[in-house]
């Protein structure tokens, strides 16, 4: 499990430690692999400074498997288990 952001590593660290977020956030400050990705906004989105809350399932061949666009932060995880265990068959 891996995070990415548009933040400055000084920013992800500070949030990881604010938030006790438990998995390796990476820094994407050009927006190169948002970009290849799909995740940016469109330049006349009021949020257009921050990635699409999107999530890739990737499998071990490093094919995307399935592609979530997160709405519901709080069963996200348990949909992405579910389909993890059917990759894993």
Do not use: C, W
């Amino acid at each position: 499990m891996l995070g990415a952001s548009f933040d400055s590593p000084a920013d992800n660290a500070a949030f990881k430690e604010t938030v006790e977020f438990p998995f390796p956030l990476l820094s994407d400050e050009d927006k190169a692999v948002g970009t290849a990705y799909g995740v940016l906004r469109d330049a006349d989105d009021p949020f257009s400074d921050f990635p699409k809350r999107v999530s890739f399932l990737i499998n071990p061949d490093g094919v995307v498997a399935k592609v979530y666009e997160v709405d519901d932060p709080a069963g996200h995880a348990a949909a992405v288990l579910v389909d993890l265990a059917a990759e894993q068959r």
